[in-house]
């Protein structure tokens, strides 16, 4: 089970999207949650919706509202880990705030007192560009690996952070424009003073990725002129490039992959060898200035609307080749049979009626037959207030693309008056489409002496694009209370016409006492 | 806080009060509340001659809100009830309420606005109520070891400074407001039994064995809650009641200090 709390976009373009740190830690904004289940399908949807509730009381959030089946979805195979009893649903508009956080830490066994959740300034997270808060529970069955049975809770936060860069510049000359020095101090504000104690390991990890290595190392052959690879040396840390303001106890190198010649280069610190009386601060100064690419997936994927009216519209999913995609197809971009395959996996609300037979792909601004680009389909047409549109579809590109566009049509549906919520007018979410890679694996090794690896999983390159907002039509929530007075009144103005014309008499006070 | 955002609805609200939730909810966001429980219900925001807005879509009537109180009585979910609202021509929200054992105050009477008290430049909108202000501010006044009443707070109020006149409703409240301490309903005051026996947990058979009771106050806000732990069972308490007057349902205070006494003795 995964469970994430987002607040933010992940910029791809500049933070990268093949690394392992990306394709796992970037989220679609708001709440995501997938579950897959141990149990006979008639119950799956049961316990789904017990999940939720029980969710929503643990980490104070909307959680339940993902428990009518309007809101989750069950995606056969284009959602890693595919499996039939998966089940997925997103909140795109919950916000996140420290109330969330809270109970997030408390699940820690020091929660935020001791060891490196101590740095958790609130201020601080909440000032950065994106922030998100994820917990991944594995339960381990019987004999895997040699291991008890159990459950493995991984929690991860997920911060982007800008240093104050006024404080850095005061060091160097203003001409240069140097990206700023930053350290765990100066960005929040506080420092680690030992760990927590019932952690059985407490290190902080520094990584220098694939682009910024090779930037490091063109600027030290070009300056130094010496073949030592000074980053892995005995005097790395004082390189001409930047100085560490604390000596790492172990420096990994990741095997390279097949796909880059490049490899980052990994610190590790372990906390335990510091305590309150000798805080670990680590901080970075940058002495040149360093422009660097973080490594992208092979094509950029981007939603957005088309059309325009309250009727229909269009969703427009595009996929735009990034400049490392040369690197990756240089090793078979000679084949003229190379393919670059694409999952593509969609969930649309029920009230956006999207048209699967409106489909159509365009390969470099030409438009293709779908049967040609499309490998495989599934599409779960959405039931109007029972379930979503669901599309999963395996898109089968030429390694040499440079841009494809699906688009898809849909109609505008309508709500009934009590489902709208409280702030109708600023429109629907259409949540965020996953957009993966399954030819590339974000993962990162690194081996040691004793071959301690990183993130072994295997999971595929995966990217999320942005949520879309649709205005729908929304009623006069006024109606009703203006029908009821325009109709009262004109009761009133006939019956009260009708009386009058029937039974008033004009002057008949002064013939009665005339009579008398 | 255990409902935000589109959760917080009239009918989320009355349920919360009258219990009656779907079986899935989970115990945080159910008020756990007995017959020896002190609610505090606080309410703020926009309303008007007998209501209050939710979210700009909704209404609370105070015709609503005396049969959520009545049925809470009815079942037995709260001993004391202390209701404050913040909004304008707040004291008629509490007009139709007939329920014994609740107070209510409200920061305006019939026909008069309450006002916001100082915004906030970097946010831009009003940060406080000036009632509610004033409520904070008496609390800040307060010494820890102190013994304020809440006729001492009711009387804080200056209709100059609120510019309106807040007006409570006693008429349902037995006690006199000069002996009910604020911390009544605002925080919590426990009398802890220091005991050498060791705490054994719940089993509910055994009827021969002496076993810990705890029974906590309990303050309601308007979004956040304390959660409720009793330990209750029940064949203790017919058995060592001496009065025996109600059987079931004596305030689980009074049982726990009979039940004490009977060990002690």
Excluded at chain 2, 37 to 66: P, R, V
Aim: proline fraction near 5%; glycine fraction near 6%.
């Amino acid at each position: 089970m995964e469970l994430s709390f987002t607040q933010g976009r992940w910029n791809y373009e500049s933070w990268g999207g093949f690394d392992p740190i990306p394709s796992s830690n970037a989220k679609p904004p708001g709440v995501e949650l997938w579950a897959v289940f141990d149990a006979p399908q008639h119950l799956i949807d049961a316990l789904w919706k017990n999940l939720t509730h029980t969710l929503s009381g643990l980490f104070c959030a909307s959680i339940n509202f993902l428990e009518s089946s309007t809101a989750y979805s069950a995606p056969e195979w284009s959602f890693p880990p595919a499996s039939g009893k998966l089940r997925y649903g997103t909140l795109p508009r919950e916000a996140v705030c420290t109330e969330n956080l809270t109970p997030w830490l408390k699940l820690l066994p020091c929660r935020d007192k001791a060891g490196i959740s101590m740095l958790l300034d609130r201020p601080s997270i909440y000032r950065g560009f994106y922030h998100s808060q994820r917990l991944h529970l594995t339960s381990t069955g019987s004999g895997s690996e040699g291991m008890d049975p159990g459950i493995i809770l991984e929690q991860t936060l997920t911060v982007v952070l800008q240093p104050d860069s006024q404080r850095a510049s005061l060091a160097h000359a203003s001409e240069k424009h140097i990206q700023p020095s930053w350290s765990l101090s100066s960005i929040f504000g506080k420092q680690i003073s030992g760990r927590c104690v019932l952690a059985e390991t407490s290190n902080v990890y520094f990584l220098l990725d694939r682009g910024l290595v090779a930037e490091l190392e063109h600027i030290h052959k070009e300056n130094e002129k010496s073949e030592e690879n000074v980053l892995i040396s005995e005097k790395f840390w004082n390189n001409p490039s930047f100085e560490l303001s604390a000596k790492p106890d172990r420096i990994f190198i990741e095997e390279s992959s097949l796909l880059s010649k490049n490899a980052s280069v990994l610190y590790k610190f372990e906390i335990e060898k510091y305590g309150e009386s000798e805080p670990f601060d680590l901080g970075l100064f940058w002495k040149t200035p360093v422009v660097w690419l973080c490594q992208q997936a092979p094509l950029h994927a981007n939603r957005f609307l088309m059309g325009s009216g309250n009727e229909r519209g269009a969703i427009a999913i595009s996929l735009k080749s990034t400049q490392s995609s040369e690197g990756f197809m240089g090793s078979n971009s000679n084949d003229e049979r190379c393919e670059l395959r694409v999952d593509v996996f969609q969930v649309v609300p029920w009230y956006v009626k999207v048209y699967f037979h409106s489909l159509q792909v365009f390969v470099d601004q030409q438009p293709k037959a779908v049967s040609d680009i499309i490998e495989k389909i599934h599409v779960s047409p959405s039931k109007d207030k029972v379930s979503p549109g669901v599309m999963e579809l395996v898109l089968t590109l030429p390694c040499s693309v440079s841009s494809a566009v699906l688009t898809i049509e849909f109609d505008k549906g309508f709500l009934h008056i009590d489902e709208y919520p409280p702030d109708a007018n600023q429109g629907f979410d259409i949540p965020s489409a996953i957009v993966s890679f399954p030819d590339f694996h974000a993962r990162m090794v690194f081996l040691e002496n004793d071959s301690l690896n990183k993130s072994p999983e295997k999971s595929p390159v995966m990217s999320y694009t942005e949520v879309l907002l649709v205005p729908l039509t929304t009623p006069d929530f006024s109606m009703p209370y203006n029908v009821i007075t325009i109709t009262c009144t004109v009761f009133a103005l006939y019956f009260g016409s009708l009386l009058n014309a029937l039974r008033r008499r004009v002057a008949e006070e002064e013939r009665f006492l005339k009579d008398k | 806080v255990d409902y935000r955002g589109y959760e917080v609805t009239v009918e989320n609200f009355l349920r919360v009060l009258t219990g009656r939730h779907e079986t899935a909810v989970p115990r945080s966001k159910r008020l756990l509340s007995d017959e020896g429980s002190h609610i505090l219900l606080y309410m703020t925001g926009h309303g008007g001659d007998e209501f209050l807005k939710f979210q700009d879509s909704e209404e609370l009537q105070s015709h609503d809100l005396a049969d959520a109180v009545k049925q809470m009585k009815e079942k037995h979910r709260f001993k004391e009830l202390l209701i404050m609202v913040d909004t304008c021509q707040a004291a008629t929200l509490f007009n139709q309420l007939q329920s014994p054992g609740v107070l209510a105050i409200g920061s305006s009477m019939k026909g008069e606005n309450s006002y916001s008290h100082h915004l906030d430049s970097d946010v831009g909108v009003s940060v406080v109520d000036r009632f509610t202000y004033y409520t904070l501010a008496f609390f800040e006044r307060l010494n820890i070891y102190g013994n304020a009443s809440l006729s001492s707070l009711f009387s804080s109020y200056n209709p100059s400074l609120l510019m309106s006149t807040a007006y409570y409703r006693k008429d349902l409240y037995k006690r006199r407001l000069e002996e009910v301490p604020v911390t009544n309903f605002f925080g919590s005051v426990m009398e802890t039994i220091h005991t050498d026996a060791a705490y054994k947990a719940l089993s509910r058979r055994n009827s021969g064995r002496f076993e810990d009771e705890m029974s906590l106050d309990q303050s309601v806000h308007h979004i956040e809650k304390r959660m409720l732990i009793k330990v209750n069972d029940g064949e203790e308490i017919h058995d060592s009641n001496p009065e025996g007057e109600e059987g079931a349902c004596k305030c689980p205070w009074s049982t726990f200090r009979n039940k004490f006494q009977k060990a002690e003795n």
